[in-house]
């Protein structure tokens, strides 16, 4: 335990920044998971309309700093160029 005040104040801080991170990278990766199996199942447009959510998640965790902006950006990229091939595969368009 901290024996300078500043010290246990700090501990406390970073208790409840630890949480607020968890919870932003937790939310994103399980909307990430539940696009990922919309596409797998190839249930499309429950894929498209949870993207939305999504990408929200993750740009709110990237703002937060719970994960790197650029981190953010690849798996944004990385689910909507999986949607487009699952898209091109059916012969579908947006």
Known sequence: MANIKSAAKRAR???????????????????VKQVRANIATGDLEA?????????????????????????????KSRLFKALHKARA??????
């Open 13 to 31: 801080q970073n208790l409840k920044r630890r949480e607020l991170n968890r919870y932003y990278r937790n939310t994103a990766r399980t909307l």
């Open 47 to 75: 894929a498209e309309e949870n993207l939305g959510s999504t990408v929200k998640a993750l740009d709110k965790a990237a703002q937060k700093g719970a994960i790197h902006a650029n981190n953010a950006a690849r798996r």
């Open 89 to 94: 595969a059916t012969g579908t368009s947006l």
